[in-house]
């Protein structure tokens, strides 16, 4: 007798305009984000003079782990054409600022500025509908109780299921109308990406958890890359040059077991 009375009836009028509405609500929602993630975020517009200054470096460590490639001539001229670059400046982005020790403005930096904005555009597309979505239904559904799950669970799953209800006699089975909507924020992404396929932005908790567990790269001052110029310089200067052709013809003898000797008579011969 008492396992009926703590029996709970749901009238089916809260399946079809509760439970329903909140996960196709939830959907529609995931869909525009994407949508306007995509149409918000900007293209990536390389700096000429920050890539040049990448490529500079990426060519001294080329020339000085190629050189044995190469005539001394050509290794020689290229050696003394980047080390005097280096020690100019010439590919800083920024040569005026590479003697100050003042640390670099990242609000002055329009690369910064637009990674910044890019970042803050995708917060706020995800936050926002979160934050509408999560009043919805915390002023109209507060206090619904929607759907039971088919299992048993242990009462830690309580504080989960059954936000919104303040009762300790509740199965812990039954869920309330907003843990429902926690339960579609984070369990509808195979709904999406069958949607919208692999790598969407309707869900945002993947994007939001990516960017808070990825560490911030420091910003590189122009001090840094120039005391790079300086060791690439330096190095450069000691790069010791051994021409892998040398002595090639006797080597190529010596492989098909001609002497040098037997190869110098046919010759005067």
Do not use: C
């Amino acid at each position: 007798m008492s396992r009926d009375m703590n029996q709970i009836f749901l009238d089916p009028a809260i399946r079809d305009w509760v439970l329903i509405p909140i996960m196709v609500v939830m959907v529609l929602v995931g869909v525009l984000r994407h949508h306007a993630t995509q149409l918000l975020s900007s293209v990536p517009k390389g700096n000429v003079k920050a890539i040049r200054e990448t490529a500079a470096l990426i060519r001294a460590r080329s020339l000085r782990a190629a050189s044995l490639d190469i005539p001394l001539a050509a290794f020689s001229t290229r050696r003394s054409f980047l080390a005097s670059a280096f020690e100019k400046g010439a590919y800083l982005k920024n040569p005026q600022t590479s003697s100050s020790t003042t640390a670099a403005n990242p609000m002055g930096d329009p690369a910064g500025m637009e990674a910044m904005m890019d970042m803050m555009k995708k917060n706020v597309a995800m936050i926002v509908p979160q934050t509408l979505i999560m009043s919805w239904i915390t002023f109209f559904f507060s206090g619904f109780v929607l759907i039971k799950l088919p299992f048993p669970l242990t009462l830690r799953f309580k504080a989960m299921l059954q936000r919104g209800i303040e009762t300790s006699e509740m199965d812990v089975a039954w869920v309330s109308s907003l843990s429902w909507y926690f339960l579609n924020l984070f369990g509808l992404k195979s709904i999406y990406t069958l949607i919208l396929g692999e790598d969407n932005a309707a869900g945002g908790m993947e994007q939001m958890t990516a960017m808070s567990a990825t560490p911030q790269a420091p910003m590189q001052q122009p001090n840094e890359v120039a005391n790079m110029f300086k060791n690439e310089k330096e190095l450069l200067e000691l790069a010791q040059f051994e021409w892998s052709l040398k002595g090639v013809e006797e080597r190529l003898l010596e492989k098909y077991g001609v002497s040098i000797g037997a190869s110098d008579a046919k010759k005067k011969e």
